[in-house]
């Protein structure tokens, strides 16, 4: 006699087609994947670079787009093809750097501030809408005039300085409404310092909150080093970045070489929309979560 048996319990299921595209729908998928893409290209460029991108071809310097320089060469015969990954390590670097220091300064400031008594609170608040009032740019420009000649390391630390206090207003807010919780009463009670009770009770409940503005801040910080380059205040041309390729702006316009800014422009626009695609999808994400509470 044949036996027959029935499985029992939840059956694994499985995505069709139309439940995956349903998965997806909404999502930035094509920014993330543009933006990961980047980073390994510019990460591991020299596996593919053709040309070093600093060395200096007079003899075929502002050439257009060719077979052998595919993006042409700036007024010093520098390969832009090789300039604009090498460049957006760079870049990119200074965008993250910038941004891990801006929310740990947040972070703090605003924790401290959310646990704070008023008086207390009310001083830290006022520092940071001083600060807000003042034009960004303004402060990124007279920060660097302070430091002298700029460098990546400079750049970056400065724009880590100069972002912080949107993120430091909205961990306040979360942490004032979450600090009279059950788990941190007892986390006080048991003697829990101030860095375990940010770390591990408090972070976990706004970290979604500032994610999206994490991320555009290191739009943020990319635009600013474009600005500053563009200016004349930003990285020194032997000091490749999409920044310093920029720069070279008013002189490729004058010369007709248009390939030196628009090339770099292109990919300088479409990592900045990426970017603010995937903030923008963040910040529904997180509206909708409160939503739902």
């Not at 891990?100 to 940071?128: C, E, H, N, Q, Y």
């Not at 302070?146 to 390391?153: C, R, S």
């Not at 380059?229 to 004058?254: D, K, N, T, V």
């Not at 990426?274 to 994400?285: E, F, Q, S």
Request: charged content about 15%; overall charge positive; proline content about 3%.
């Amino acid at each position: 006699m044949e036996n027959k048996f029935e499985l029992v319990g939840k059956r694994p299921t499985v995505l069709t087609e139309s439940k995956k595209r349903r998965t997806l729908r909404g999502k930035p998928v094509i920014s993330v994947s543009f933006i990961l893409v980047l980073i390994l290209a510019c990460s591991f460029c020299e596996l593919f670079m053709p040309k070093d991108p600093t060395y200096m071809d007079l003899y075929n310097a502002d050439a257009a787009p060719n077979g052998e320089f595919f993006f042409g060469t700036d007024a010093m015969g520098r390969d832009i093809f090789s300039m604009i990954w090498y460049g957006g390590r760079i870049s990119l670097f200074i965008g993250f750097f910038a941004t891990v220091i801006s929310v740990f300064i947040a972070v703090i400031f605003g924790s401290i501030s959310g646990l704070a008594p008023k008086w207390v609170d009310s001083i830290l608040m006022r520092f940071t809408e001083l600060l807000l009032s003042i034009p960004s740019l303004l402060l990124v420009i007279l920060l660097q005039a302070i430091m002298g000649k700029a460098n990546v390391l400079s750049i970056s630390i400065i724009l880590g300085l100069t972002g912080w206090m949107s993120m430091a207003k909205v961990v306040r807010s979360e942490v004032r409404q979450i600090r009279e919780s059950e788990y941190v009463i007892a986390a006080r009670c048991m003697g829990a310092g101030f860095w375990r009770i940010v770390w591990k009770h408090l972070a976990p409940n706004f970290v979604s909150s500032i994610m999206f503005m994490a991320v555009m801040n290191v739009r943020s910080a990319i635009v600013a080093e474009s600005t500053l380059s563009f200016i004349g205040m930003g990285l020194p041309l032997e000091i490749i970045s999409w920044g310093s390729l920029l720069s070279l702006a008013e002189r490729s316009i004058l010369s007709g070489s248009w390939w030196i800014i628009v090339i770099p422009g292109v990919f300088l626009v479409l990592t900045l929309l990426c970017l603010t695609n995937i903030g923008n999808h963040l910040r529904k994400a997180v509206n909708r979560k409160e939503s739902n509470l």
